[in-house]
């Protein structure tokens, strides 16, 4: 196992540990709960403002629509380029992330109610994000979608981007702060489990022999 590979697994492992610290923290800690909704509330206080104007088209790029349309573009870009390995890794990142939510949202579904949220309160099925997990995933899809030089930028725009997802779904109320922040954790992951698997089917080169 290489160095890249190591820290990769380790990058997977740390996210995966931090998301299930966060888990417990949502749902045991009164404590964090608490903040969890004070921060919201804070928030979302003009949901039905200006600020909620702006953030519902925002929200709706994690849609499934857009995320399919997104994805599909990825994958065009990638295969145009003759790059058929980086489709394949691209696409596992993106699906294997939103079933994982999808996953967890069913396995840690339950109430999270708080007095100062009063009659808005948060669904039960909120935790972790769809919508910061779509984002995410799909802006770390796109840097193995395009050739290396345009990399950068397109990491810069689409976490950018995703940002602006995951802070609306917290404007409107859709989602706790913890949500897209586990959202966030669950993309994470993927993206290191997608990259330690490309790296381990590259082919290494063949150790030199010293001269005899």
């Known amino acids: 196992m290489t160095d890249a590979d190591k820290r990769l697994l380790a990058a997977c492992l740390a996210s995966a540990v931090a998301l ?39 929200a709706d790029l ?16 990638a295969l145009r380029t003759g790059r058929r390995e980086a489709a394949f890794a691209g ?11 999808l996953l967890l949202k069913h396995a840690l579904a339950a109430p999270r109610l708080d007095p100062v949220l009063g009659y808005a309160q948060v669904g039960e099925s909120s935790f972790p994000s769809g919508h910061a997990t779509a984002a ?7 840097t193995l979608f395009v050739p290396p030089r345009w990399r950068l930028v397109v990491a810069c725009a ?16 859709y989602h706790y702060p913890s949500d897209v922040l586990g959202g966030l954790l669950v993309a994470l992951a993927w993206m290191a489990i997608t990259k330690l698997e490309s790296l381990s089917n590259r082919p290494r080169e063949a150790p030199k022999r010293g001269l005899t």
């Open 20 to 58: 299930a610290l966060l888990a417990w923290a949502v749902f045991h800690a009164e404590g964090v709960r608490h903040l969890d909704a004070r921060v919201l509330t804070h928030v979302s206080a003009n949901r039905f403002g200006a600020l909620g104007d702006l953030a519902n088209p925002i």
């Open 136 to 142: 995410f995933a799909m802006a770390a899809a796109w």
């Open 158 to 173: 689409g976490f950018f981007l995703a940002s602006l997802v995951a802070a609306s779904v917290v404007v409107l109320r």
């Open 91 to 101: 696409l596992v990142l993106v699906a294997g992330a939103n079933l994982t939510t």
């Open 62 to 77: 994690g849609n499934p629509v857009p995320q399919v349309l997104l994805l599909l573009a990825g994958l065009a870009v």
